[in-house]
C-alpha cells in the first residue's frame, strides 16, 4: 500500500488537522515508511507464538498496607493555613448553580 498526496489530505481531514502543503511531502515520506516496516513486519512467522501481554514475567509483589505512624488532629491541622479546629478551610472551587 503507498501513500499518496490525495490519502494525506482524507486522512487529515479525518483526524480535523490542518497540514500546510510545505508539510505533505514530509507527511507523504514519514507515513510510507511506516508502512515499508509493517510490511516488514508482517514477512515475519509468528505461528505459534502467544501475543506479548507484559514485558517481563515479573509479578509485583506488594507489601502489607500498614498504619505505622498516626498523627492526632491536632498534630494535622497545626501547619494548616486555615483551619477551624476540625477541618482544613479551603477555598470554594465548586458553584452550585
Known sequence: MKVDLEM????????????????KEGLLDDMN???TFMDKLNEVDTEGVDPLVYMSDEVNV?????????ISRE?????????????????KVINKP
Open 8 to 23: 494525506i489530505d482524507k486522512v487529515a481531514h479525518l483526524a480535523r488537522l490542518e497540514v500546510q502543503e510545505d508539510e
Open 33 to 35: 515508511k511506516i508502512l
Open 62 to 70: 506488594l507489601r502489607e498496607d500498614l498504619v505505622k505512624y498516626e
Open 75 to 91: 498534630e494535622a491541622l497545626k501547619n494548616a493555613p486555615k483551619q477551624d479546629g476540625k477541618f482544613f478551610r479551603v477555598a
